[in-house]
């Protein structure tokens, strides 16, 4: 409703007084404190409304975005409670990661110490590309740096880091860094004018494709090195590579070592890179020898249990687990041989999107993306803390740094054990419930983290046999690409049953690798896909896997 002008104060002041009431108060102030948290007490009254037996919230509907291109910039305003009530609306059908029967992705549930602090940075709105924009939420940022380095292994006194956008930043950030070492500092100011070339594993992230197209570098010049059957970089076929390039004069700037795939949880021998990288460097004589990023988002959180006492067992896992436990970290416990590092949060840090850390072994590194202060005129006049000279972003939120700051007080080593181990001996003990049945098979039986995935196969079917052929016979083509299928059947009744409450809710790959015949790459094989991060998953919920996909089997062949 439009307040009615007066002839003693103009329309705009009205609604402006009115629109105050929007923010929240600048200064203490009782009616306006008690109506902020009144309204957003009320939104989260809502919203839990909308649970259910179901792993999402309410119901789900499939959107009609070309509908949505026709909407109208509005006129008037509106008042908080009905916005806040829409808000509510548009939760609906929104996963609830924390939820037992919720296996998606690597999606965690938010503690409630990593959610206050969005809170916090969404009301005072940080920007710690200065500290004078952001007071002690910078603070924050260098005593998460801090942390992080003293748990991976780094030298505090010498790491650096920055938050950034997302994992794809941190990947970003590394290759850029190995860009312009290989380049002797020029990129910055005379662009990418030579092939260079990244270098990464088949199951390495996708983001890959992002970073080498946006920095210039080009997809042509990005080599993706064949895996093992273990999902982590064929160190053969590495330095089979390397050396042809250098061979060939030919400029690496960078090799991504990714510890954690997305899909399978494979683990790059980042030792056994650094090593090939050493040697080779020493061998050719290389005046700048390729940096090595490690893309640890996902396995980062293993480095908590470098100096658990596997043998006294303190917290009590059973030994399946501590046996994948201490197989990740003979991998993971390297992380300090990296040149950088990217980590989330987000992941297995259990903090809300966006807590995207990107870390140096040693922070002079970051002095090849800075900028001169004279270009930025109107910032860094003062204070102690400028990164805005050398990030990427203009702006950037508070609130990751924050956040991760607060799950690693809240957490400490023992904390974060409990959660990544939980996870851990569920996925262990859900695969042993699917080797049980023997037309299921588990594809990554060799990777040891929160992630299983398994294939189920036809009636009459022997699955371990039909395994094997898929993986590396010609011959058996066609039976692999009838075989996807046919798990994506599988996948698209379960989803359906866990949708309304019936089930747990998978997730689904249509290709965690490829078969490999000889050196030529076969098809896609596909698979589904249990991820556990909740600390809600327990034994009740690993049981409904099984039995769901041995149901949905049934469920296939009635239909015949």
Known sequence: MTPRHTANTPLYLQLLQRLKTCFPGPVSEPVLDGYFIHTVSRFLDRVDDLKSAAPILGRSRRADYQNELGLKFPEETATVEQVTGLLAEYCQGMPIWAHPNSQVNVIPPTTIPSITAF?????????????????????????????????????????????????????????????????????????????????????????????????????????????????????????????????????????????????????????????????????????????????????????????????????????????????????????????????????????????SLFMVKDRRDLACLSREPEEMPYLYHFGSYHPGIFTLECSRPGSGALAAYANIRLLGKQGYRVLIGHAVEMAEMLRERLEAYPFIQVVNDRNFGPVTLFRAYPPGVDAEAAWRREVKDPAYRKELEAHNFYNRRVFQLTHDWAMRGEGVLLSWTDAYRHARYGREEGPPIAALKSYILSPWTDAAAVDMVARQVAEARNAMESER
Not at 171 to 200: H, P, T, W
Request: proline share 4%.
């Open 119 to 355: 809170v916090a940075a969404a009301i005072y709105n940080p920007n710690i590309i200065w500290d004078e924009y952001s007071a002690r939420f910078a603070e924050a940022e260098i005593q998460t740096v801090s942390l992080v380095s003293d748990l991976v292994g780094y030298d505090p006194q010498l790491a650096g880091g920055v938050f950034t956008f997302s994992g794809t930043g941190t990947n970003f950030y590394g290759c850029k860094l190995g860009l312009e070492k290989v380049l002797g500092g020029k990129a910055m100011e005379e662009g990418v004018r030579e092939d260079v070339k990244i270098v990464s594993s088949a199951a390495s992230h996708y983001s890959r494709l992002n970073v080498s197209g946006w920095l210039g570098v080009g997809m042509k010049n990005l080599v993706t090195i064949p895996t093992t059957n273990n999902n982590d970089m064929s160190l053969p076929h590495l330095e089979e590579y390397l050396r042809r390039a250098l061979d060939a004069g030919e400029k690496v700037g960078v090799i991504i070592a990714t510890m954690g795939t997305t899909d399978a949880f494979g683990l790059d021998d980042l030792g056994a890179i650094v090593r090939l990288r050493d040697q080779l460097a020493r061998e050719y004589l290389l005046p700048q020898p390729p940096h090595i990023h490690a893309d640890a988002v996902i396995g980062w959180a293993w480095s908590v249990f470098k100096d658990y006492d596997f043998q006294a067992n303190p917290l009590g896992f059973k030994a399946r687990t501590l046996k994948a436990l201490r197989h990740s970290l003979g991998r993971l416990g390297d992380l300090a041989q990296a040149d950088s590092l990217g980590i989330d949060f987000h992941k297995t840090g259990y903090a809300p999107y966006l807590s």
